[in-house]
C-alpha cells in the first residue's frame, strides 16, 4: 500500500470577499477591480495571485464596509473591513500576516 503524500497549492489560499457588502457599497466595481489588481500585486516573481471568490453573506453586516477574508484568518474567524480603495493593500497585508502567523 502507498504511503499518502503531502502537496501543497501553487498559489497562496484564496481572498473570501462578501457579495452582498460589495453590492451596497458606493464603488463596488472601483472597490472590486482594486482587490483584483492589489492580489495581483502582493506575488512575487513567478507566483500566482491568490483568487478572489465572491461569497455569499458573511452575517456581519458593516454599514458602509466591505468584509474580506482568506487564508489563516478564515480558519480563525478573522475578517478585514474595507472601507475604500486606499484600504485594499493594508487589508491584504493583514490577511497575510494572519495566514503566516497560523503556520
Do not use: W
Not at 11 to 28: E, H, I, N, Y
Request: with cysteine; glycine share 10%; proline share 7%.
Amino acid at each position: 500500500m502507498a504511503l499518502p503524500t503531502l502537496i501543497s497549492p501553487r498559489r497562496p489560499a484564496p481572498v473570501f470577499v462578501c457579495r452582498k457588502c460589495l453590492g451596497r457599497s458606493d464603488d463596488a466595481k472601483g472597490l472590486k477591480k482594486a482587490i483584483k489588481r492589489a492580489t495581483k500585486h502582493a506575488v512575487g516573481l513567478g507566483g500566482k495571485p491568490p483568487r478572489v471568490i465572491m461569497t455569499s453573506c458573511f452575517g456581519l453586516c458593516p454599514k458602509r464596509a466591505v468584509i474580506m477574508t482568506g487564508g489563516g484568518a478564515a480558519a480563525h474567524g478573522n475578517y478585514v473591513l474595507v472601507c475604500s480603495t486606499e484600504d485594499v493593500a493594508d487589508a491584504l497585508a493583514l490577511l497575510r500576516e494572519a495566514q503566516n502567523g497560523s503556520s
